[in-house]
C-alpha cells in the first residue's frame, strides 16, 4: 500500500480524481494503482464483472473507492457508471486510465496541469503512434477514427482514440449516452464538441507489449461494426441537425454578419486567384443537377480545396427559386446539342406528367451539366477581372 502521495492537494484542489475501468486485467491492475497512488488517494476503480483476481488485487488498495457490478457490461457502462459515481463524490474532473498497463501515471501531474491552463476543457493524452510495438491496426483505426471525428465536428486531432483523458464532469453534466462498449469513447468526443465543450490534445508516453503479452477485450467483427453504426448516426445528425443548428445560432447573432462579411468574403489575406475559383465553383455546383446535396457538397469539396466556404455558398445560391425555371430552361436548351435527332424542341409541351418527365430528363442532365462548367468559368473569369481591379494596391 502506498503511503506518500506527491499530488494530492493539487488534486483535491481541482476537485479531481483518477478513474481506472477494469475488466481482468490482474496481470497488469497491480501495478498500475500501485503508480496512481503514488500521487493521490483520489482514487476510483470500477470493477466491470471481472471473473480473474481482480476482487481479490483491490482488497489490497483500502484506500480505493470502488464501483462494481456483475456481470460484465462493457467499457462504455464501466465510464459512465464511473463519470456517475465521481459526480455523486463532489468531484468536477476525471482522469482515465486504462488497466492494462498500457498508461504511465507520470503523465499525471502534466494533465491535472491542464485544468489550470484550460480549464472546462476535455483533454485527450496523444500518444506517439509511430513508435517501437504499436500495432499497425491501431495505427490505421486511429486514422479513419480522426477522419470522422473531423467530419462529424469539424476538429482534427492526433489521437482520438486514447483511453488516457481528462473529463470535465461538470460541463458534461447528465448527458445522456447511447454506447456501452469501446465505441463510448468516440461518441463522448463528437457529442461534448456538439455541446461546445473544447477539445484539446497534451502528449503521453505510451507502453505496447510483445504481441503474444497483450491482452485485449475489443472483438473486431462485432465492435467494428458497432463502431460504423455509430459514426454512420453521428454523420446523419451532423448533417440533418447540427449543422444547420449552427448556422441559425451564428446567423441570429447580428455581430457574426460583419465579420462574416470581413473575415470570411473579404479575407484581405485571400489571392484573387481563390477567391474567384471560390465563387466560379460555387456557380458550377449551384447549376449542376444534384438537387438536394449541392450546398453539402460545395461545402465538403470546398473545405478540401481550401476555398473561400462563405463565397462558394452565397455563389451555389445562383439556383434561388426565382432563378431555377430559367436554369431549367436554359439547360434543356444547351442540352440540344448532345442529344442529336432525339432533341426535343420545348420543355414539357405536352405538359407536365411523368412520361413528360422521363423524355426530358436526359437532354436536361447533359445540358445543366454543361452550363455548370459555362457558367463557372464565366464567373470565375469575370470575378477574377474585377478583383482584379478593386483590389489593386494603393
Known sequence: MTAITTHNEHFERHRAAVLIPTYNNATTLGAVLEAALTYTTHVIVVNDGATDDTAAILDQFPQLQRVSYSPNRGKGIALRRGFAYAKAQGYDYVITMDADGQHFATDLPGMLEMIGTSPDTLIIGAR????????????????????????????????????????????????QFWCTKYEFEIEVLVRS???????????????????????SHFRPVHDIVRITLLNTMLV?????????????????????WKKMWYEEVLRATESNAVKAASIGFGVFMGIVPIWGFQLLVAILVSIKLKLNKALVVIAAHISAPPLIPLIIFISFLMGRVWMGQTAKDLIFSNGINAETIKENTLQYIYGSITLAIVAGIVAWLVSYVLLSVFRRKK
Open 128 to 175: 506517439n503512434l509511430h513508435q517501437e510495438n504499436m500495432p499497425t491496426k491501431n495505427t490505421k483505426a486511429n486514422k479513419i477514427s480522426n477522419f470522422w471525428f473531423s467530419v462529424t465536428t469539424g476538429l482534427k486531432g492526433p489521437d482520438t482514440q486514447s483511453g488516457y483523458r481528462l473529463y470535465p464532469l461538470h460541463r458534461i453534466g447528465n448527458m
Open 236 to 256: 446523419l445528425i451532423t448533417f440533418l441537425y447540427i449543422k444547420p443548428r449552427d448556422l441559425v445560432r451564428f446567423l441570429l447573432k447580428g455581430e457574426n
Open 193 to 215: 464538441a456538439w455541446k461546445g465543450i473544447k477539445i484539446d490534445w497534451a502528449p503521453v508516453k505510451v507502453y505496447y507489449p510483445p504481441a503474444d503479452e497483450r491482452v
